[in-house]
């Protein structure tokens, strides 16, 4: 197991951009999957983007083209950048590491962080 930390959730008005910030307990970049997901407020949780060990990256198509996730291995931490952010995407938000991509986008299992709040205003 693997201890997961967010951090840089916000405020911002729509058309805004947020970076979040996962930091893991322990070096996990190059074993283990890295990724996202989000619970709206009153919606279930969605998978939204991940990394895998390899450095594939994949995105749920809501999110293609305005998130990008990226890692850092010599800090122990990865990253979505969300810009263009609509209301839509309020909800918490949090990073999750696992064997597999499949595993974590389709919220089956790994280590999940606690989550951080991102409101998006109109």
């Known amino acids: 197991q693997v201890q997961l930390v967010e951090s840089g959730g916000d405020s911002v008005q729509a058309g805004g951009s947020l970076r979040l910030t996962c930091a893991a307990s322990?070096?996990?970049?190059?074993?283990?999957?890295m990724g996202w997901f989000r619970q709206a407020p009153g919606k279930e949780r969605e998978g939204l983007s991940c990394?895998?060990?390899?450095?594939?990256?994949y995105n749920l198509a809501s999110v293609k083209g305005r998130f990008t996730i990226s890692r850092d291995s010599t800090k122990n931490t990865f990253y979505p950048d969300m810009n263009s952010l609509t209301p839509e995407d309020t909800g918490m938000y949090c990073c999750?590491?696992?064997?597999?991509?499949?595993?974590?986008?389709?919220?089956?299992?790994?280590?999940w962080g606690q989550g951080t709040r991102v409101t998006v205003s109109s």
């Open positions: 990394v895998s060990w390899s450095g594939n990256t």
């Open positions: 999750a590491a696992g064997a597999s991509c499949t595993e974590i986008l389709l919220l089956r299992g790994g280590s």
């Open positions: 322990r070096y996990i970049v190059s074993t283990y999957c």
